[in-house]
């Protein structure tokens, strides 16, 4: 489920040098919700898979601290547009939320502890989720943590690679290619 997502964030991504001037609405069931759409500059109508349901991906908290003000803020705004979604228009919201509990952050105050990197992960896991509730803050209907789909995204990652779109750098990092995207 991921790395669909995922690859569907790279697919929109490829379109951001042009697509401005070829926006074209997706097939879908039409909402009539208006959202502005920053590829089109204006203002369309929310189109989802299914009548009165819409999937939403949301880049959940890197896990290495206790959750901050930007955090609140943040997942204040996303509960605010689910909220509104399904309780002034009907909408049933599945929100899938990516927690990152592999990091060098993370990592890093694991070695500061003495501790494996997972238990510190969990802590602040549960700190974040915690402090969404205190905060009424609907969680999200599935959390997924990127430890547990390493090899989808390291196969994500090869097929952007493949693709053109990145490349490999000698210290092992991967980079996005401009040479990948004419318009960039």
């Known amino acids: 489920m991921l790395s669909r997502s995922l690859r569907r964030c790279i697919r929109q991504t490829r379109c951001i040098s042009d697509c401005s001037s070829k926006w074209k609405s997706p097939s879908g069931h039409d909402t009539n919700v208006q959202v502005f759409n920053r590829l089109a500059d204006d ?34 705004q996303f509960d605010l547009i689910r909220r509104i979604l399904e309780n002034i228009h009907g909408i049933n919201v599945v929100m899938l939320m990516s927690v990152t509990d592999v990091d060098d952050k993370i990592i890093n105050e694991a070695n500061k502890r003495g501790a494996h990197f997972q ?3 969990l802590q602040y896991e549960q700190e974040f989720f915690d402090t969404m509730s205190q905060l009424n803050i609907i969680p999200p209907s599935l959390s997924l943590r990127v430890s547990q789909h390493i090899g989808d995204i390291v196969g994500f990652i090869a097929k952007i690679i493949n693709n053109g779109h990145a490349y490999l750098a000698d210290d092992k990092s991967v980079y996005f290619s401009v040479d990948g995207f004419p318009r960039y």
């Open 119 to 121: 238990e510190v992960a």
């Open 43 to 76: 203002t369309v109508n929310l189109v989802t898979n299914y009548p009165n349901s819409c999937n939403w991906y949301c880049c959940g908290p890197t896990v290495y601290d206790s959750p901050h003000l930007g955090h609140a803020c943040c997942y204040m």
